[in-house]
């Protein structure tokens, strides 16, 4: 869709097909928000809303086991960190490399002569500025940390079945309750009539398909804006005008830029 | 675990010796019932006599070159029998049918690891279902999407032992689409380093001990041996 704001030009979005979801392809950057961010997310709901950065704070601590860096590395860069943003309990890590480029030093001291640039304790403190930021790794086998090896694999537990290639293709409602899901195989997806199974929630039906799917679904479930479900003949559960709208990324700015000076490593490999 | 991402080429028996023993062990590959069997074991049957049929893994993560016929058929499963100790828990049966092509003989795998028993970690243990006939009718909590949110909710849930849950996913546990290091990881470790000595002991944290360990992982970049058909291969054409 083009975007205004952009010249009307169109990007991609990106999201993972994996089990993880898109912490299984991420940048693997544990960075946070800003604390201002979540609070106007809270505002939407109301002054006193849980969704505000305090509100928020004890599960961005839950859902991570923080590792301090290795103390050379730390040494060599003059890393900093504040351990208090972050939690010890999760199966997901977040780790440091452990080698580091020297020119970082360099980088961030230049940046500490331009005026106006806050530098915060942490990258989880929710402040804008420079700051060292930890990966999203396991640091004993240096691979990713993600949604899979944390609250997936390392579990053994005959109560938690997860499904693969299957495509949930509508949410099923008693009046406006959710009680069931139907879905298909993906494989089953180009033949001429694919098998639909169903399944039934005693208690809940958990919509976590992400920022497209989940309310692509619940369209075509008949949840959404009625003019729009009615024009796709799909029966209206509930109108609700805002679902599929006001959809909102983050943008990545990257400056690349060539130093006049010889910095280290001053190697050929 | 980089010897484990770097195969590109057959490994010897020695090296999948070596493999197994590390922690990602290709554990109890040694076959106990054929998978016939295993598979006649009706579900509930199994919860009954104390069975639990464990969760296949990708065989990808760890030989990735192995091409097999079709993603369902790369896993290996196996039953879990509570109670007994590690040494016994894991009795897997292979179920792939590899491609003529496949740089690895399964003998060389049966061979290879006897020596290893113990229920490897990072090798997933809940349910894994891959055909809509193995899921049961009612759960107490059906969730759909097996993301980063998903995965986090059902894993909270499934503490209570009690309660149920299935996640319904899209995609599939896939080698071939995460790329398990990042970037700018560098890693201060000769290639040859001992593997049983934490990545996080840098050598030396200077570039010149530093440069065997990123020359190692620039070929670490996971291969792609899957099908087309079977994954990503990339972002879109935007």
Known sequence: MPQVNLRNRTTSVLIGKAVGGSSAVNMMMTVRGTEDDYNRWGHFFSNSSDWSWKGLLPYFRKALTFHAPDAAVAKSVNMTWDASYWGNTSGVSTSWPTYQYPATKAVIDAWREVPGVEFPPDSGSGKPGVYWYPQFMDPKTVTRSYARTGHYSNQNRPNYHLVTGQKVTKILFDGTTATGVSFVAVSALKGAAPVTTTVTAAKEVILAAGGIHSPQLLQLSGVGPKDLLTSAKIPVIANLPGVGQNFQDHPMIQATFSCKCRLPPAVSP | ?238
């Open chain 2, 1 to 238: 675990m980089e010897d484990r991402l770097c195969l590109k080429r057959t490994p010897s028996l020695h090296e999948i010796a070596k493999l197994s023993r590390l922690e990602y062990a290709v554990a109890g590959l040694l076959p106990s019932l054929p998978w016939e069997k295993l598979q006649a074991i009706p579900r509930r049957a199994a919860d009954h006599h104390g069975l639990h049929l464990v969760a296949n893994f990708d065989l990808r993560l760890f030989f990735p070159h192995i091409v097999p016929e079709d993603n369902r058929e790369l896993s290996y499963s196996g039953i879990r029998i509570p109670g007994e100790n590690p040494s016994s828990e894991l009795r897997t049966t292979p179920r792939v049918a590899m491609h003529r092509q496949s740089a690895l003989p399964f003998w060389a795998l049966l061979f290879a690891v006897p020596s290893v028993f113990s229920l490897p970690r990072g090798v997933e243990r809940s349910t894994l279902l891959t055909k809509p006939s193995d899921v049961e009718k009612t759960y107490d909590y059906v969730i759909i999407g097996g993301g980063t949110s998903g995965l986090t909710v059902a894993d909270r849930l499934t503490e209570d032992n009690r309660t149920k849950v299935l996640v319904i996913e899209y995609g599939e546990l896939s080698a071939c689409f995460f790329k398990v290091l990042p970037d700018s990881v560098g890693i201060c470790k000769p290639a040859d380093a001992d593997p049983s000595r934490q990545a996080t002991r840098p050598t030396s944290c200077e570039w010149q001990a530093a440069l065997p360990g990123f020359r190692h992982r620039s070929s670490c970049t996971p291969s792609r041996p899957c099908r087309r058909s079977t994954c990503e291969t990339g972002p879109p054409a935007s």
